[in-house]
C-alpha cells in the first residue's frame, strides 16, 4: 500500500512506554487535524494494543514493540506487533470480559476497546512468533 504519509518505531515492550505510544500516534496524526474525539480515540486503542503486547506478547518479560501509522486521504492505518508467544484462540480472546491473565485482575475489553473506537480491527497471530494489530479510522472532513 502507497501511504501519502507514514512513521514506524520500535521501542522496549514496558508499560512505561505505553505513554509514548499514545503520544507518538498523536503527533503523527495531527498533521491531519483530527477532533478531540478521534484523537482520543485513537489514542486509546493504540493504548490497549501496546498494553496487549507488553502484558500478554511478552508477559513483562521485555521485547521490543513496534507501531506504525500511515494515512490516505482521511483514513489513517495503525499497527502495533510484536515477536512474543502469540494469541491461541483469536476469537476467545476478542470475547468481551475474557482475560488470560485473571490473576492480573484485567478486565478483557482490550480488544472490545480497540473495535470501538477503530472502524476496522484485524489481528494477525502466530504461536511463538507473535502478533500484529491492524487498525482503521477514517477521520471526519476537514
Known sequence: ???????RVFFTAKSENEGFARLFAAGFLTQLDPT?????????????AVTNAIIHGYEEKGGLVELFCGYIGRK???EIADTGKGIENIERAREPL?????????SGMGFTIMETFMEK??????????????MEKTLAKE
Open 1 to 7: 500500500m502507497q501511504y501519502e504519509n507514514e512513521a
Open 36 to 48: 478531540i474525539s478521534e484523537m482520543t480515540d485513537v489514542k486509546t486503542a493504540v493504548s490497549e
Open 76 to 78: 489513517i492505518y495503525i
Open 98 to 106: 475474557y482475560t488470560s491473565k485473571p490473576e492480573m485482575e484485567r
Open 121 to 134: 480491527v484485524r489481528i494477525e497471530s502466530c504461536i511463538g512468533a507473535g502478533t500484529r494489530i491492524f
